[in-house]
């Protein structure tokens, strides 16, 4: 282990391993935006919900099509491929790691995350139809800053499930991904935006 990462007390390398276990998800991320400024994989963007209605209302709407969880399934699991692979063998990355990505299956776990995140993104979607929130709309009174936190936190929800599997989800692991998620989703979608990436900036 290098002096630096002995030098940092325990908190510390468990706050830094928690940055990076979200590496992945930027793989993800990029990936799908791509997909949308370029019009990839067109044949996937059918609504998942597959345009049923219940009472009246989209289940999800058009927005949440199939391509979402496919290639942020694929871009996570590559990103994820890549920290395993290539990045372990960096000692200072290595040394923050929560689990030793070299002897997992990189790309399973990856593309099992990456498409839960996106998936539990679902139930928001649900519940918005519900009140009557267009896609890619915010909920507003006394909704808003529930629908804002959800919006920006239920990739974790996801996320966190599947790697809970070879990471123990502790409270500063998970309040370390809660506050990054925060302070950057809202960031990155607004940059996304701007590049063309993204359909809306919320």
Known sequence: MPA??????DWAREVAGSVYLLFPL??????????????WL???????????????????GANKTWRGPVTVSAGTA??????????HRLEALAAIELFDSSHVSALLLGAAAGAA??????????????????????????????????????LLLGYWLVLSWVVEPTLLRVATSVAVVLSLHPLTTLIGYWLGLRPTAR
């Open 78 to 87: 590559v990103f994820l491929a890549l920290q395993a692979h290539v990045l």
């Open 26 to 39: 930027v793989g993800g991320a990029l990936l799908h935006g791509a997909c949308m400024k370029w019009g």
């Open 117 to 154: 995140a996106e998936l539990a993104e679902l139930p928001n979607s649900f519940v918005k139809r519900r009140l009557g929130v267009v896609p890619g709309g915010t909920a507003a009174g006394a909704w808003a800053a529930l629908f804002y936190l959800w919006d920006q936190l239920d």
């Open 4 to 9: 630096s990462a002995m030098e940092l007390p």
């Open 42 to 60: 067109g044949a996937l963007r059918r609504p998942i919900d597959g345009g049923a209605r219940w009472r009246g209302r989209p289940v999800f």
